[in-house]
């Protein structure tokens, strides 16, 4: 029996570092599954064609037993979840050969067969950093909008290879979505445990399985603070903070009618079903 035969249940969920991949939240957060459960490596897009290495540049690390070079490489590694196992593919965004590249990428989530592919990305936005951030899943094919109740998006305009291999999913008829978390924009250094804490809890939803959470809530509340303190230093930032929390809690307000609320609550039954992992605290 092969690797792919003896997969439980398999998901796929992928994140690409670089311009998809705000405060590097999308690409932390599969490390964080990688870090939280027992894994087999599942294989590695590493075609040196398919990135430029003065923009993607190798990393020199060095042991107890000498340096080694990792070149820029597209990793897929299984995590033995307790209830599923998810294919996790972890990768700088490839600067080269986009069309060539997501083929060799769609022939290898075939031979998984999953029942999802979720792509997920971080963009920068003005969301305030003391709200909660806001968290997005949006698909083009109509059998996954069905299933799982997520929202399909309009957008056009310049686009990553989220929006490419994605295309090309759909056009494959591998069930793909994506899912976004917005990141304030004047605090986008890395890492951002809140918008990973955000993404988490959405995957959660969206797969259903209950994922280890760890101490990202605690440091999501830390950054917090932290960023806190650093905004009450400048008056100016203090006040266009300001404004966007009251913009956005604005918005939640005159969201916030009877009928909105019943369908979000209808959404996340649908999603978890009567028998579905408790969503906890």
């Known amino acids: 029996m092969g690797f792919m035969d003896g997969l439980r249940d398999p998901v796929v969920v992928i994140a690409f570092s670089g311009w998809n991949d705000a405060g590097n939240a999308a690409s932390d957060l599969l490390r964080h599954l990688m870090d939280s459960y027992p894994g087999t490596d599942a294989g590695v897009i590493d075609d040196e064609r398919f990135w430029d290495y003065q923009q993607t540049?190798?990393?020199l690390h060095r042991t107890a037993d000498g340096a080694w070079v990792e070149w820029p490489a597209l990793r897929l590694r299984a995590v033995h979840h307790p209830e599923r196992d998810i294919i996790v593919v972890l990768g700088p965004e490839p600067n080269l050969l986009w069309r060539q590249f997501s083929m060799e990428l769609v022939a290898k989530i075939k031979k998984i067969e999953p029942e999802l592919v979720v792509f997920v990305g971080a963009m920068l936005s003005d969301t305030p950093h003391s709200r909660p951030l806001p968290v997005g899943a949006y698909t083009n094919d109509p059998v996954v909008e069905k299933k799982w109740d997520m929202g399909t998006s309009d957008y056009t305009g310049p686009t990553g290879m989220i929006g490419v291999a994605t295309q090309l999913m759909l056009h494959e008829r591998i069930p793909a979505a994506s899912l976004w978390v917005s990141v304030p924009h004047y605090v986008s250094t890395p890492p951002n445990p809140k918008a990973q804490d955000a993404l988490l809890t959405?995957?959660?939803?969206?797969?259903?399985?209950?994922?280890?959470h760890a101490e990202l809530p605690t440091e999501a509340e830390k950054w917090t603070t932290a960023v806190d303190h650093l905004s009450q230093q400048d008056p100016d930032i203090a006040e266009y903070i300001g404004q966007l929390e009251e913009a956005r809690d604005s918005e939640e307000v005159e969201g916030a009618t009877g009928d909105t609320i019943a369908a979000e609550l209808e959404k996340f039954l649908r999603r978890h079903g009567d028998d579905g992992p408790d969503p906890g605290p």
């Open 57 to 59: 540049r190798p990393m």
């Open 202 to 212: 959405e995957l959660e939803s969206i797969l259903h399985v209950t994922l280890h």
